[in-house]
Every structure is written in structure tokens, then in C-alpha cells.
């Protein structure tokens, strides 16, 4: 059975940790992309907040950034893709004990789905194989430093590699990331649905028809999906 979890490791020599504290008002987000001809590969880092010349500010004196650039901006994020300035093994080298396990860590067979950073470390949701991928993370940085579990499921998708999001169709799928990055389902809402509707190029009525079909397809999904009964006790068996 797969496992889908989402926890906070707690080390502060991970990456952009020192951007989340020099400004501890925004939200930062990152993909970490493929490595290019064998350096360190890129982020993509979006940025939100009230404060986005102090972030991009921070973002420029940290000494993990060798590169960025400013792909996107608006009243509700900035978007940069950063080239880092060491790897990750390089970067956290120092403040592990077993670099060869940190190395390791890599051919572990799950995916790493979102990652915010804070202040204090990663916040992360990560799909895992099975139960000895994800003790394989756990117990790393349980015994390196701390891990906060947040959630933990058991999933048959993360074995099949089958996302609940197949139930959608190419338009609802883009129709709710557009959605997301406008920040419509924030709350307070940071764009209107006519703001959706006018970047997908449609109507606000086949917006909203868009939307709401999109989201009873994720929650059909997602709710017929068995495990998710055992939540409780597996974050009880692997809290630290």
C-alpha cells in the first residue's frame, strides 16, 4: 500500500529557509526541477505575500541563489526560477551526520508533490511507494533533526501512479490551476471568477461550470479512495 504524507522537516540549513525568516510574512513555494548537464537543478520558487521587494530582496542576498530570474508577476505572486549555487548534498552537507544516507535518499522510490518553506525547515507532501519509502525519509530526518507530521494516508494511487487528477479533463485541470494561481480559492478571494474566466479566455458562466465539474471529479476521487479511515493512526504510530 502507498503512503501519501505530508510533514515539516525541521532544519534550518535547508534551502530559502533564510528567505522565509528575513521575511517571515510571505509564503514561499518551490519545485525542484531536473538537474541541467549535471549541476544542481533549478528551482522555481513562487512568492506570495504583502511584502514582494523585501522577498525578491532576500532572495537576492541568499548565498544559495547563484541565478534568478523573474518569470511572472502580479498583485497576488511573483514567480522566479533560481539556479542554486550548490547542490543539495553540498548545501546540506554540514548539518547531517550520514551524507551517503542523505545521498541515498534520492533512489528512494516516491515523489516530492509540493514543498513550502518556513521558517524553520520544509513543509512537504510527498507520495511514497510503499510504507519502507516513506520510513526511509522519516526516520533520516528523525534522527537528524526533527520531522512534524502533518498527514498521513494510505493510498493505492501512490502504487499505481495514478493521480486522483486523471479524473479530470485537460480544461477542467487547467481551468482550476489557473483558478489556484489567481488566487481564487483563497480566502479572501485574490481574483474573481471573472478574473479566471478572462485568463482561460471563456465566459464566467463556463468558468464556474468548469470549476464546479473539476471539483466534484477531485472529490469523487479522492473520497472513494480507501485508507483514509486509518489517517489517525498512522500519524499516531510514526509521530515523533
Not at 136 to 156: D, G
Not at 175 to 189: C, H, I, K, S
Amino acid at each position: 500500500m502507498g503512503y501519501l504524507a505530508e510533514y515539516t522537516v525541521h532544519c534550518d540549513s535547508l534551502p530559502l529557509v533564510d528567505v522565509a525568516r528575513r521575511v517571515p510574512e510571505a509564503t514561499l513555494t518551490v519545485q525542484v526541477g531536473q538537474p541541467n548537464q549535471g549541476g544542481p537543478p533549478p528551482f522555481a520558487v513562487t512568492v506570495r505575500g504583502p511584502a514582494p521587494d523585501e522577498a525578491e530582496a532576500a532572495l537576492d542576498a541568499s548565498p544559495f541563489v547563484a541565478e534568478k530570474v523573474r518569470l511572472a508577476a502580479d498583485a497576488d505572486a511573483r514567480r522566479y526560477r533560481i539556479v542554486p549555487a550548490t547542490t543539495m548534498e553540498e548545501q546540506l552537507g554540514p548539518a547531517v551526520s550520514d551524507v551517503e544516507r542523505l545521498r541515498d535518499l534520492a533512489a528512494t522510490e516516491a515523489v516530492l508533490e509540493h514543498v513550502e518553506v518556513v521558517r524553520d525547515g520544509w513543509r512537504q507532501r510527498r507520495r511514497c511507494v510503499d510504507r519502507a519509502a516513506f520510513e526511509n525519509y522519516w526516520s533520516f530526518w528523525r534522527e537528524e533533526h526533527s520531522v512534524t507530521i502533518h498527514r498521513l494516508v494510505e493510498s493505492p494511487e501512490c502504487e499505481t501512479g495514478t493521480p486522483a487528477t486523471d479524473a479530470l479533463s485537460d480544461r477542467q485541470r487547467e481551468a482550476l490551476l489557473m483558478a489556484f494561481e489567481l488566487g481564487y480559492f483563497e480566502v479572501p478571494r485574490g481574483a474573481t471568477l471573472a478574473d479566471v474566466a478572462a485568463e482561460l479566455g471563456i465566459s464566467a458562466a463556463s468558468a464556474s461550470e468548469r470549476l464546479r465539474r473539476a471539483q466534484r471529479a477531485l472529490i469523487a476521487a479522492n473520497l472513494d479512495a480507501p485508507g483514509a479511515g486509518v489517517q489517525r493512526d498512522l500519524i499516531k504510530r510514526h509521530t515523533v
